[in-house]
Structures are given as structure tokens and as C-alpha cells.
């Protein structure tokens, strides 16, 4: 079955989302017809305004999921991760913010109806799946792209939602790490690695970011429950 593109892109709402003692900004997207939500975790030194995660987010709400970019830092934290780089690395803390994000989609009125998916690259990723591991109400999938799963250490084997590790071909060190952290995530056979042809770590190369977001939307297609269309 083939899905019409929407006749306009749908509009983009800034929000505020409290976590902790922050207050984190995020860009809200909501196609009219969505029944679930994609929120993102970025990688380290990244933000809302990724180029890349939002190419993907942008190709998520045609397919009819919601979406949803926050900063994961405050912007006296990244300035301060400017010169320290540690904050992008402290993968619990990050973690955490991802679960207060998802507590406050599911508290939301305009989203609390969604099913919730986690989209984490490089080091998001790692939050991402500790964040699926330790609060998996309403949590249907997470996609990974580029990402260090291995830093999810020892909640690996908890997380239950289906995961897709989306790995470029040549992108050898996160490759091997992919594929180590995949034994420890798949015991029931529910999550799955990915390798896109061509790609190096930041899917630059020609049709490479495409392939990843195709490849998510139909993962979280097929985990939301939505019927599996094309766009």
C-alpha cells in the first residue's frame, strides 16, 4: 500500500520539558495523523539542531510518526562541555533525562495517547537503551544509527523492546562494537544489525543517510503496531 506524502510538512512547536532540577528546550513535531512518537537522543557534542537526526525525524513524520528533538544538555551545560567534554559522556545522566523526557510525553495531553520509540545516535544510543531498560512503559522500539550500544554495559541484556542497530559497512570499530552488543541485547531473537552499504560513521556518503531512515521508520513501523506502508 502506497501512503500520499501530507500536502504540507506538519508544524514544529517549541517546548520546554523539565528533567531534573533543568529545564531542557526541544522542537515537537505532530503529523495530524499520529499514532506514536519517535523521541531522539543524540550523540556526544550534538543537539536538536543535527542536520542529520533531523533528515530523519523529517522522513519519521511522513510516515506518520510524531517526533521529538530535545537538547540533552542545558546551554550553560554545553558550555561548559565545550571545554570539558564530559557531560556528553555521562551516559546515566543522559539516560536519566531521556526517562523524565519520556515521563513528560506520557503526561502531555497532545501526546500522551502515543506509543513511544527511542532513536539514539553515537552515544546517545547507549542512553537510549539504558533509558528502554529501566522505564519500558509505553516504550515500543529503539533504533540505533552510528551508535555505541556498548555503552549500556550491563543493562543490555534488560532491555525487552526490539532494537535495530543501524551500522555504516565501513565503519569497522563501531561495527565490532555493534555486533558484540547485539549477542548481549538478543536473547529472544527480538533485535537486529543492520549494515549499510558504503556508509562510514556519519552516513555522508550519497543515499547512505537515506537507507538508515528507511530502515527506522519500518522498525518502528512494524513494533508501533502501525499497518506497514511506503511513502
Known sequence: MTSPLHNRAPETTAVRIPAGDVVLSADLTIPPDARAIVAFAHGSGSSRHSTRNRYVAETLNRYHFATLLADLLTEEEEIIDMRT??????????????????????????????????????????????????????????????????????????????????????????????????????????????????????FEEPGTLEAAALLAAQWFQTHSGLPREEV
Open 85 to 202: 567534554r564530559h557531560l556528553r559522556f555521562d551516559i546515566p545522566m543522559l539516560a536519566d533525562r531521556l526517562i523524565d523526557i519520556a515521563t513528560w510525553l506520557q503526561r502531555e495531553p497532545q501526546t500522551k495517547h502515543l506509543k513511544i520509540g527511542w532513536f539514539g545516535a553515537s552515544t546517545g544510543a547507549g542512553a537510549a537503551l539504558i533509558a528502554a531498560a529501566r522505564r519500558p512503559e509505553n516504550i515500543v522500539a529503539v533504533v540505533s544509527r552510528g551508535g555505541r550500544p556498548d555503552l549500556a554495559g550491563d543493562y543490555l541484556p534488560e532491555v525487552m523492546v526490539p532494537v535495530l542497530l543501524i551500522v555504516g559497512e565501513n565503519d569497522p570499530e563501531v561495527l565490532k562494537l555493534n555486533k558484540s552488543a547485539l549477542t548481549r541485547l538478543n536473547p529472544n531473537g527480538h533485535s537486529r544489525l543492520e549494515i549499510v552499504p558504503n556508509a562510514t560513521h556519519l
